[in-house]
């Protein structure tokens, strides 16, 4: 007859690891939505030509948002330019007209709010 750790073990194995993959499953969709956020906050504040006034247009739209996940531990969002002066208009002028760092500034409190309500710390 089996003894009751033989069963309790390896189901408490697999109720953690399930328990994890729906923790990183569900952190993996929080910075999609984050990302997606950092996305809009720019094009909607920047449609009014808040950070700086648009001539070609190609900043603009050279602008995207994703997740970085290097499958471990390291997971977040993040929102960057492909335009080759992206970091110039993000960095001239004491950064006057940065557009990325103050959004990533508004959005991290937030984040770690979230992330603390999947992990379910009572600091949320």
Same mark, same amino acid.
């Given at each position: 007859?089996?003894?009751?750790? !033989?069963?309790?073990?390896?189901?408490?194995?697999?109720?953690? !690891?399930?328990?994890?993959?729906?923790?990183?499953?569900?952190?993996?969709?929080?910075?999609?939505?984050?990302? /997606?956020?950092?996305?809009?906050?720019?094009?909607?504040?920047?449609?009014? !030509?808040? =950070?700086?006034?648009?001539?070609?247009?190609? @900043?603009?739209?050279?602008?995207?948002?994703?997740?970085? !996940?290097? /499958?471990?531990?390291?997971?977040?969002?993040?929102?960057?330019?492909?335009?080759?002066? /992206?970091?110039? $208009?993000?960095? @001239?002028?004491? /950064?006057? =007209? @940065? @557009?990325?760092?103050?959004?990533?500034?508004? $959005?991290?409190?937030?984040?770690?709010?979230?992330?603390?309500?999947?992990?379910?710390?009572?600091?949320?």
């Amino acid at each position: 007859m089996a003894e009751p750790n !033989d069963i309790a073990n390896p189901l408490k194995k697999f109720v953690t !690891d399930t328990l994890m993959q729906r923790k990183r499953a569900a952190i993996v969709a929080l910075c999609y939505m984050y990302a /997606g956020k950092a996305l809009k906050m720019f094009r909607d504040k920047q449609a009014r !030509d808040a =950070y700086w006034t648009n001539r070609t247009f190609y @900043a603009y739209a050279s602008v995207f948002a994703d997740i970085f !996940d290097d /499958g471990g531990t390291n997971l977040g969002f993040f929102i960057a330019h492909t335009a080759k002066y /992206g970091l110039y $208009l993000e960095k @001239a002028n004491q /950064g006057k =007209y @940065a @557009a990325l760092w103050p959004i990533i500034k508004a $959005l991290v409190p937030r984040f770690y709010r979230d992330l603390n309500k999947i992990y379910g710390s009572s600091k949320a």
